[in-house]
């Protein structure tokens, strides 16, 4: 039987490098894209190229109804099957210190990602229940660790997420199923355009911004069989810059 993976957020950036690293790992993709049909496509072919299937989902994840939707749609269309990996990568960055912050800044960060937890783990984690197995992994941050300044709207959605993530364990560990954070730092995708790469480096104790395909090692292994008994954890993974 195929083993599927939904990953929230795949069509770019360490979501595409999720999606490729998983289906080397031997499970069928399925893609979630909010906008940029194109670029999801393109990784949809590079998971075929390697000998997967991959379906593209398009739906915005702080959209409650479209995210309902399209997963129960395609769980109805697949009775056979289950999602047994869950990726909740999809998020955005609006950065202002906050008495520039406005509102719209606000809570576009927090529902994509808090909002955005909910609506694409909630269809899912029933059907893994009665499988008694499954993987939900959750793209936190550095900066809902310790804070960055300019990134209040982030940080506190990153650090709600990560208070979901342990609770959620608890709440599922005895049926099989884990649910992990994984915490990156500087990563070189378009999230991290703009920043003083220079001078970030200098505070970086391993003299680099990391690749999204070193993200994606780490979620493969909580994806897997080897990591069963490894749940509630927030891993790191920031060249040393918070630990």
């Known amino acids: ?3 599927y993976a939904l990953v929230t957020g795949g069509s770019r950036g360490i979501g595409r490098a999720i999606c490729l690293r998983l289906a080397k790992d031997g499970f ?6 909010r906008s940029g049909k194109d670029a999801a496509l393109a990784v949809k072919a ?5 000998g997967r ?3 593209l989902l398009p739906f915005d994840v702080a959209d409650l109804e479209s995210t309902k939707g399209a997963i129960e749609a395609w769980q109805a269309a697949h009775k056979d099957s289950y999602i047994e990996v869950l990726v909740n990568n999809a998020g955005v960055r609006q950065d202002a210190v906050l008495p520039m912050l406005e509102a719209e800044q606000w809570h576009k960060v927090i529902s994509t990602t ?7 783990t909630r269809p899912v984690v029933s059907k893994m229940m009665r499988k008694r197995n499954g993987r939900i992994i959750n793209m936190a941050s550095v900066s809902g660790m310790m804070g960055l300044p300019g990134q209040t709207n982030y940080s506190a959605a990153k650090a709600g997420l990560i208070g979901a993530t342990k609770a959620l364990a ?3 560990a005895s049926r099989g199923i884990t649910v992990n954070a994984i915490a990156p730092g500087f990563i070189v995708t378009d999230m991290t355009e703009g920043l003083d790469k220079e001078n970030l480096e200098k505070t970086i104790p391993a003299g680099r911004f990391g690749r999204p395909e070193e993200v994606a090692a780490l979620v493969s292994f909580l994806a897997s069989e080897e990591s069963a008994y490894v749940t509630g954890q927030v891993i790191s993974i920031n060249g040393g810059l918070y630990a």
């Open 170 to 172: 608890k709440e599922l």
């Open 28 to 33: 069928d993709i399925l893609i979630n894209y």
């Open 114 to 120: 808090l909002d955005g937890f909910y609506n694409a």
């Open 1 to 3: 039987m195929a083993k």
């Open 53 to 55: 299937t991959a379906e």
């Open 46 to 50: 590079e998971v075929e190229a390697l």
